[in-house]
Structures are given as structure tokens and as C-alpha cells.
């Protein structure tokens, strides 16, 4: 039987998988609120809420997250906004402290340490991503109008975000030596792409073929990006930037379109909705049909079946669970 890291890479490669990989599986190795590397001296400064609790980030966002709600968004209204004209950006937005004695990093290296990466990716978790650090900034309306509006602006604070992304890798890679990056950035509602390809391409691909590179030149294996969102028209922007699986894919980005198209070039990891299985009114049925359809449709390879969440977690309780159940289900009925 293939490890959990073994297992993937040859899902994602295309090789012999002897069963599905069961959504996060191969990236937990760590007990924390995601499982995933999330301990360092610049997260612990600035870290994001749990469910019903709000914070102050380094950067200064307010971020809340409601109970019953699937993750934390900002808060922007005229008090607690942070960066109200992008024109001055140089003047308001200071990006929080990346320099640390390393006393204080070796606090998080036993856990680190302890990883077998034999049987697991150590996995570090980034959030949020370039993209959404703008409209965290400024508001999510205010971003894409300035988008347009003040592109040379934008240009200049997506610059300065990714030089902090860049300065905060070499400190992850110097200290924990990760194989993998879980990062999160959506880029989407459920139907369409907050901006067109060619807007993308223009402001945030360079951004990240800078951080991805990056990471892939100092020994991360995987780069696993979460975007939860409609974003099929934006994959070969994926595939230039190096992500190697698009973890959330909703299922109206027809994903098995996607894996017929794409796969060999990059892998998909969701095409399980939230939105339909993550309920209050949660059943077992549902989820046993919704996980069926995305294996038999998807098949095994290029593919792994997975919640649109970004994480092993789920907002009701026992459904990722159950999803996990049924995956391993349908790994004894189709290999």
C-alpha cells in the first residue's frame, strides 16, 4: 500500500494511485486548526480568527468571523477600513514585522521536526494571498474598481505585498524546509472571475510566478493553491504561475471538463460543494451522491475529491468526516 504522499504524487502525475486520495490526507501533519504548519513568530503576531471571534492583523485589518459562517472576511466599513484612496497606499499600508530573533523561530521547529515526511507533505498554510491582501486593504469594491481606475497604484502595492510574500518564504524555507505550500487566494464568486484573464495576467501572474518560483527553487516539491471559486477561465494563468493542484474547485467550473483539458499540466482537488453537502440539514445521502459523481466523473487521475473548503475542516459538524467516509468507499469500489 502507497503512503498518503506517495499515493498523491502518482495521482497527480498520472501513475498507479491504489485508491483516491482522501482530500487533505496527504497535507495534515500537524495538530493544529488545519492540521498544517501554521506555528512562526509572524503568524503568532498576526493571527487570523477562529469562528465567533474578531481580530486586528498585522496589517491592520479588522477580520471577524461569525459563527455558522465558512471562513472570516473583513470588516469595511468607514471606521475600520484601512486603505481608503490607493493613491496614497505608500503612506497608510505598512506591512507587519518579518524580523524575528531566532530564538523565537526555533520555538516552532520540534513540531515541525517531528513531521514524517515519508508518509505526509510538511505543509506550511499562507493566508490570505496577494489578491485578496488588496481588497482586505481597501474593500472588496473599491479593489477591482481600482483595478482599472488606478492600475499604476495597484501595480505598486501588489509589488510591495509580494515582497513581503517573498521575504516571509525565505524565512519559512530557511527554518521548517517545507514540501509544500498551501496557499489560499480566491479569485471568483461561485459563477465567474472577479476579473477577466487578461487583467489577471496583467496584475497578479507575475506576482506569483515570483513567489511560487521561488518556493519550487528552495525545495518545495507542491504547490497547492485554494480559490474556491469560479475560475476555469483562468487555469492556464495556474499553469504559468507553477500551482500544481487547484484545491477548491466548485463544481461550476465543470471539472471534469477541466481534468480531460488540463490534466498532466495541473491537478484539481474539490468539485464537492459546500454549498450543497456543508448544511445544517446535512444528510449522509447527499453527500454519499455528491462524492459518487465527483469520483465517476472525475476518475483517478488528476483528481482528488475534496470540499470546496479551504481546509480539513467543515462548518457543520461530522461532514467532512462523512465525505471522508465516502471517499474511502468509492476507493474500494473503483480500484
Given at each position: 500500500m502507497l503512503t498518503k504522499r506517495q499515493n498523491l504524487l502518482e495521482t497527480i502525475k498520472g501513475g498507479n494511485p491504489d485508491r483516491f486520495v482522501n482530500q487533505y490526507e496527504a497535507l495534515i501533519c500537524q495538530p493544529t486548526i488545519f492540521g498544517m504548519i501554521m506555528g512562526d513568530p509572524i503568524t503568532a503576531a498576526s493571527p487570523m480568527p477562529t469562528p465567533g471571534t474578531q481580530v486586528v492583523n498585522g496589517w491592520g485589518v479588522t477580520i471577524q468571523w461569525p459563527e455558522g459562517v465558512p471562513g472570516p472576511f473583513p470588516v469595511h466599513d468607514e471606521e475600520h477600513k484601512v486603505l481608503k484612496d490607493v493613491t496614497k497606499w505608500k503612506e497608510v499600508v505598512k506591512a507587519p514585522n518579518l524580523?524575528?530573533?531566532?530564538?523565537?523561530?526555533?520555538?516552532?521547529?520540534?513540531?515541525?521536526?517531528?513531521?514524517?515526511?515519508?508518509?505526509?507533505?510538511?505543509?506550511?498554510?499562507?493566508?490570505?494571498?496577494?489578491?485578496?491582501?488588496?481588497?482586505?486593504?481597501?474593500?472588496?469594491?473599491?479593489?477591482?474598481?481600482?483595478?482599472?481606475?488606478?492600475?499604476?497604484?495597484?501595480?505598486?502595492?501588489?509589488e510591495y505585498i509580494t515582497e513581503y510574500e517573498l521575504g516571509y518564504a525565505k524565512l519559512l524555507c530557511e527554518n521548517f524546509r517545507p514540501d509544500a505550500i498551501f496557499h489560499h487566494d480566491d479569485w471568483g464568486s461561485h459563477k465567474t472571475s472577479f476579473m477577466s484573464p487578461k487583467m489577471f495576467e496583467e496584475f497578479f501572474v507575475p506576482a506569483y510566478k515570483k513567489i511560487y518560483g521561488f518556493y519550487k527553487s528552495n525545495g518545495v516539491e507542491l504547490i497547492v493553491h485554494h480559490n474556491d471559486s469560479y475560475s476555469a477561465n483562468l487555469v492556464p494563468s495556474m499553469i504559468e504561475m507553477g500551482i500544481d493542484i487547484w484545491q477548491g474547485c466548485v463544481t461550476t467550473n465543470n471539472v471534469p471538463e477541466l481534468v480531460r483539458k488540463y490534466g498532466g499540466k495541473i491537478s484539481f482537488m474539490g468539485d464537492i460543494d459546500n454549498g450543497v453537502v456543508d448544511r445544517e440539514d446535512w444528510s449522509r445521502e447527499v453527500i454519499a451522491r455528491e462524492v459518487r459523481r465527483a469520483c465517476e466523473t472525475n476518475g483517478k487521475h488528476y483528481f482528488i475529491p475534496n470540499t470546496a473548503m479551504g481546509g480539513p475542516v467543515s462548518t457543520y459538524p461530522g461532514v467532512y468526516e462523512a465525505v471522508s467516509e465516502e471517499i474511502d468507499k468509492m476507493s474500494q469500489e473503483m480500484f
Open positions: 524580523d524575528y530573533p531566532q530564538s523565537e523561530w526555533d520555538k516552532y521547529k520540534p513540531a515541525v521536526e517531528a513531521i514524517d515526511r515519508d508518509e505526509v507533505f510538511a505543509t506550511v498554510f499562507i493566508a490570505p494571498g496577494v489578491f485578496e491582501q488588496t481588497h482586505y486593504l481597501l474593500g472588496m469594491d473599491s479593489c477591482l474598481l481600482a483595478l482599472a481606475v488606478e492600475p499604476e497604484a495597484m501595480k505598486e502595492l501588489i
